[in-house]
Nanobody
Framework: QLQLVESGGGLVQAGGSLRLSCAASGITFRSYAMGWFRQAPGKEREFVAA????????HYVDSVKGRFTISRDNAKSTVYLQMNSLKPEDTAVYYC?????????????????WGQGTQVTVSS
């Protein structure tokens, strides 16, 4: 049974950094592309970043390009999101999920399961 556990969130000042982790279990992790998403209060969940199974292809939403880096460790069944130069508008609950990447671009999530997420709050 798939389980995704996000961690690493917290309160940080604008310009600061955080590193999120998402540990997966119940799946053959290396078989899947993975992605990070976020949901701010009153807004829909949005795509942030994706990485293919071999970590040689990544895709980012324009608003985080150059600031966020997605990576993965297949031996640990974990995907990471390094977030630098954080802005107040990055404040949200962050989630990971399995995704489909087509032609190097995030296409959609795979399945309906979501973990509990991890809260990121950036103060100005």
């Amino acid at each position: 049974q798939l389980q995704l556990v996000e961690s690493g969130g917290g309160l940080v000042q604008a310009g600061g950094s955080l590193r999120l982790s998402c540990a997966a279990s119940g799946i053959t992790f290396r078989s899947y592309a993975m992605g990070w998403f976020r949901q701010a209060p009153g807004k829909e969940r949005e795509f942030v970043a994706a990485i293919n199974w071999s970590a040689d292809n990544t895709h980012y939403v324009d608003s985080v390009k150059g600031r966020f880096t997605i990576s993965r460790d297949n031996a640990k069944s974990t995907v990471y999101l390094q977030m630098n130069s954080l802005k107040p508008e990055d404040t949200a609950v962050y989630y990971c999920n399995r995704v489909i990447i087509r032609e190097g671009t995030y296409y959609r999530t795979l399945g309906d399961y979501w973990g509990q997420g991890t809260q990121v709050t950036v103060s100005s």
